[in-house]
T-cell receptor
């Protein structure tokens, strides 16, 4: 096990609602990245947080936002949910900014109806 | 335009077979290269990093050709437990905010008894 935990494991929301997903990083890891994985696709980078600041962002609209807390845990917030937001959301932690060894949590499966 | 492209698959091979996966990437500035393994409905797990000199871990051998922007993974003596989706992954860039991982769509391997 990687020591990265995510909650909830599954979630069903309605179009237009807002959702918050949570991630606890592996002990000692100060960088958290979030990815979206649609069915049949590889994970797509959403953004990365290092020491509580956003440190890089993929091609996702502003309604995807995040936070990192002093204990390095993190949240992903998605506003105005759309049907296409249905996916597996993965968080990955790593030891330091730029470390390539990213360890993934089990993911949160979000279904938007 | 795909940034990381993999063999479409699926690959169905008998136990004991040797199977090779190929991957190409478009960004010549990419810094690091990996193969991740993802079991059905699970998170990706780092299988191995890929170095220019080539590297081997038991039955798995990875190769990188920077000039051709090509990465490969060879699995010898396939086991039933090797059945999974194999994701080719590239880490790009340098400087703050450039540590995202870019994933291919993955190639599904099924090892048949």
């Amino acid at each position: 096990e990687t020591g990265v935990t995510q909650s909830p494991t599954h979630l069903i929301k309605t179009r237009g609602q807002q959702v918050t997903l949570r991630c606890s990083s592996q002990s000692g890891h100060n960088t958290v990245s979030w990815y979206q994985q649609a069915l049949g696709q590889g994970p797509q980078f959403i953004f990365q947080y290092y020491r509580e600041e956003e440190n890089g962002r993929g091609n996702f609209p502003p309604r995807f936002s995040g936070l990192q807390f002093p204990n390095y845990s993190s949240e992903l917030n998605v506003n105005a949910l759309e049907l296409d937001d249905s996916a597996l959301y993965l968080c990955a932690s790593s030891h330091k900014q730029g470390s390539y060894e990213q360890y993934f949590g089990p993911g949160t499966r979000l279904t938007v109806t | 335009r795909k940034e990381v492209e993999q063999d479409p698959g699926p690959f169905n091979v008998p136990e004991g077979a040797t199977v090779a996966f190929n991957c190409t990437y478009s960004n010549s500035a990419s810094q690091s290269f990996f193969w991740y393994r993802q079991d059905c409905r699970k998170e990706p797990k780092l299988l191995m990093s890929v170095y220019s000199s080539g590297n081997e871990d038991g039955r798995f051998t990875a190769q990188l050709n920077r000039a051709s922007q090509y990465i490969s993974l060879l699995i010898r003596d396939s086991k039933l437990s090797d059945s999974a989706t194999y994701l080719c992954v590239v880490r790009e860039g340098s400087g703050a905010g450039s540590y995202q991982l870019t994933f291919g769509k993955g190639t599904k391997l099924s090892v048949i008894p």
